[in-house]
């Protein structure tokens, strides 16, 4: 049996099916899509035991957009804590955790549930055409989807960094951002001052993916017990799944991309996934969510 395999013999699928505000009509859609197009049953193929344990379910608070810097905050500290809780169950019963659907707000939940029954050591890779770095000092939009690495390394509105009663809940050099090519000014200039790991697209280009991934992971395997590998599909280019909530020109290769994902998936220590920002409302056949499902598997599977 391949490594890859052995590693993901247990997998719990998570669905999220809210979107607090980023933009995408279709985001609070994109675990049904993934789900229809098959990625529970794809799964198997990994010689896998896996079960879906469904959708978190919350009710959210109202919408509020009081402070145009900062959206929706009491919708996103609800998600978080149903989601962490979710994760933590899942976890308790020896299931590593794969999340599909949502965006990237959840992301503090995500890493606060995978926390409360591994500790605090943990390395995060967050793939994605954007740093998410920012604060409401910095936003341009005010989407805490564009905050949310920024707020689970300490920085950022007080409500959110500390929701957990800790903070931070990843130290910055716990963290890599990998495929990077959009970056807010400010944001930029937070992130040279910050210890988090930039792997920009022009990096990757560069030295190849393949080589980048394990360059990443042996710089978080000395560092850290576990690992975490988080997908904002708009990492990859549009020819490749263009379904994405905010894409980008010069996303990575179908090949890059899998390249990345094979090297890290056969790490000892990996402990969860996400498969986040698909959406839906861009996809009315679902051929593109069944692109991201073999994408996945495929490279899941090397």
Known sequence: MKRARAKLSKIGVIGV???????????????????????VDELKRLDSEVTDFGNIKVT???????????????????????????????????YLPFIIGGEDSTLMGI?????????????????????????????????????DVAITTGRGAKELVEMFGL??????????????????????????????????????KEQ???QTAKDVLSYLESKCEHLYVHVDLDVLDESVVSAHGLPVPDGLTKIEF??????LAKSPKLRGIAVMVFDAAKDPHGREAKKVVKLVIDALNA
């Open 60 to 94: 959210l608070p109202p919408t509020d957009t009081s402070n145009p810097k900062l959206l929706n905050p009491k919708q996103v500290e609800a998600l978080c804590k149903s989601l962490a809780d979710k994760i933590q169950n899942i976890t308790t019963s020896g």
């Open 17 to 39: 099916p809210y979107n607090t505000g980023s933009k995408g009509l279709g985001l609070d859609k994109g675990a049904e899509a993934l789900r229809k197009a098959g990625i």
């Open 111 to 147: 890493i606060e549930g995978l926390r409360r029954n591994l500790g605090p050591q943990i390395g995060m890779v967050y793939m994605d055409a954007h740093g998410d770095f920012n604060t409401p000092e910095t936003t341009p939009s005010g989407i805490i989807g564009g905050m």
């Open 258 to 263: 899998q390249n990345t994902l094979k090297v």
């Open 167 to 204: 903070s931070p809940l990843l130290p910055e050099e716990n963290v890599v951002l990998y495929g990077v090519r959009d970056l807010d000014e400010l944001e930029e200039i937070a992130l040279t001052n910050s210890r988090v790991h930039v792997y920009t697209r022009e990096k990757i």
């Open 208 to 210: 190849g993916a393949e």
